[in-house]
């Protein structure tokens, strides 16, 4: 495909601006049009970034708009009717998270892309952060050995107001809570490096704001690999961090805000107490399309105009929307909940 894709976004607030920014900086792309059900957001939205034409409806922009590609940026839970629309019209579609809170609306939307024989892809950037893109490295190649701990935790605050603010946040039907909105790019990121999740065993509540779903959560994680893992999330606590640790047989490292650290492994010398380890310098694995929404938004461009797969096809998108899911499931009935029986519903 020789010609720039001409690009549309639907949702013209909050994240659809970082999307419109992204795909101003992508090579291969002009953002031509966007659609948004409130016509003065998507006119102010339209001053900002330049773009020459404005819709309510998404399927309308693709149509009239003569658009290639569309970002889906509306409430989590219109993206697979958004998206249903955009890719019956014949356009390609990268998402943000997540996918959709439910299971059956994932997997129409990978349904009819695939039956429309359009691109599905899904945002996840924390997978174009050099220091995560090591991090897998650094498990995939056994540079600690055997994993066997997987831990992140994401503690927040959003205050009520927060919630207050749209009468969809904080709902089951539109949102899902701490997990879905907040921690899924931690939990994806972790679930990316170790391998996969088996199962899931959570508890969740609502134990500082009102809302439908929870503002804390704790899940404990059965890895494909055999190891174990923990996720602990809120958005309730005051003065919280964000940080996740790998443990394996020969070492151990930590991501978060300063990237990749503490990466130690095994000198060989070990006596019945303690094992002594040397500190290794680490540098990250740079993502040829760039970093953060850039480099997805470069990266789903290039993955159209040559017809090949994203970073994070639909199918992958929706991995950590299955074990968020599978901790919902866990969280009311007290089992543990393996992740085909979501897929399998």
């Known amino acids: 495909m020789a010609d720039p894709l001409r690009y ?23 953002l031509a049009a966007c659609a948004d059900l409130d016509s003065e957001a998507a006119a102010t939205f339209a001053d900002e970034h330049d773009v020459a034409e404005t819709f309510e409806d998404p399927a309308t922009m693709v149509a009239e708009g003569d658009v290639d ?17 955009v890719a019956e019209a014949g356009a390609h579609v990268l998402c ?19 039956e429309a024989g359009v691109t599905l892809a899904g945002v996840f950037q924390r997978r174009f952060d050099p220091a995560v893109r090591r991090a897998r490295r650094a498990v995939e190649e056994a540079e600690i050995g055997r994993p066997i701990l997987g831990d992140t935790h994401l503690k927040w605050f959003r205050s009520q107001r927060y919630y207050d603010s749209a009468e969809w946040r904080g709902t089951r039907e539109m949102d899902g809570g701490a997990f879905m909105n907040q921690g899924i790019h931690s939990l994806d990121a972790l679930q990316w490096v170790m391998g996969g999740v088996e199962s899931v065993q959570a508890e969740t509540g609502a134990l500082a704001r009102e809302l439908e779903c929870e503002d804390t959560g704790a899940m404990v994680l059965q890895f494909e690999n055999g190891a174990i ?4 999330v809120s958005t309730a606590v005051t003065g919280g961090t964000d940080r ?6 020969e070492g151990s490292f930590s991501l978060g805000d300063a990237g990749l ?39 789903f461009v290039d993955a159209v ?12 998108a929706r991995a950590a929307i299955d074990i968020i899911l599978a901790a919902y499931r866990s969280a009311e009935t007290g089992e543990r909940v393996r992740l ?6």
């Open 261 to 299: 650290t503490d990466f130690r492994v095994g000198t060989g010398e070990q006596s019945k107490w303690s094992a002594e380890t040397e500190e290794r310098e680490v540098e990250g694995d740079p993502h040829e399309a760039g970093e953060g929404h850039d480099g997805v938004v470069q990266d």
């Open 229 to 232: 893992g923990t996720v602990a």
């Open 305 to 316: 105009r040559e017809g090949r797969e994203p970073e994070v096809p639909g199918y992958q």
């Open 244 to 249: 996740t640790e790998i443990n394996g047989t």
């Open 340 to 345: 085909d029986e979501i897929r399998g519903d």
């Open 96 to 114: 943000e998270k997540p996918l959709d809170v439910t299971a059956e609306r994932v997997d129409r939307m990978v349904r009819v892309c695939d």
């Open 69 to 85: 590609a569309v970002s889906v940026c509306t409430p989590s839970g219109t993206h697979a009717d958004v998206t249903t629309a």
């Open 8 to 30: 549309g976004i639907v949702g013209c607030a909050g994240i659809g601006n970082t999307h419109a920014e992204a795909v101003q900086s992508a090579d291969g792309a002009t």
